[in-house]
């Protein structure tokens, strides 16, 4: 009777292991799973259910974490939550990354550092300081959100100033960005939003078609948020009723025949009216 008790409860200390062991492959596998969801929404712009997903990641390596730490299961918290924009709980978990040997996870956590430094510098009003950290970033951050948000930046507060200085040196402010566009496209041919930017920097300079065809392949590749996408849209069509005025007849036959098969393909009613218009 003894050995049949002994047996049994042999038996269920192996089967409360083998769920143990269970439960936290299934929360990291869970991490991932929902990590890749929320990805999956932000590429079609419902940022109700990335943002969802997102956090179910977060929670997922949250419980992985309690039950068996790892650098994996970190770097996973730490992206879901750099998409939720918690930057401080974000760089905590690369460092505890890098405590469990993700060697990048401190140089991840400083970077990020530094971006709150920047952001904070601009809000108080130090935008030269805060383009110096941001360009920094844009040449050496591993870290993709990092970057998006440094370009974002550095580009808002480049242009500004070209804007606010007078018209002589209007061009050559411009086309200093410009350059930095083009070196931010080298190294992220496939990166939409550095395609989106270069368009902006192009319609200041009134180089429209190349504008236009810039924000094309934004368009074409992806952007990272749905007032993006929409905000690109419109230089489209602004392209579109500039190169109107500029171009001699048969230039503008041979554009508008080019820019209506692109509207067609994206659907659109009009030339002027994108899809997200007739909602």
Known sequence: MNNKILFCMRIGLI??????ISACTSHLKEAKLYYTQGEDYARVYDTQKATASFKRAREEA???VKKDPSAQAYMIKGLAELNLDLWEEAKDSFLKANAFGFEKGEEWASQLSLYGLASTLREMGLEESA???????LDRSKVKPVRLLAAQNHVEIELNRALGVETSDREKHLKALLKTTDKLITKDLGCGYYHYLQSQVLAHLQEFRKSFERAVMARELGLPTEQIFRDNDNQIVYCYQELKKLLQPEQWVSFETIYLDWVK???????ETPTWQMR
């Open 131 to 137: 383009s110096d950290i941001f360009q920094s970033l």
């Open 265 to 271: 393909r994206w659907g659109w009613k009009g030339p």
């Open 15 to 20: 089967g409360a292991l083998l769920f143990s």
């Open 62 to 64: 949250e419980n992985q």
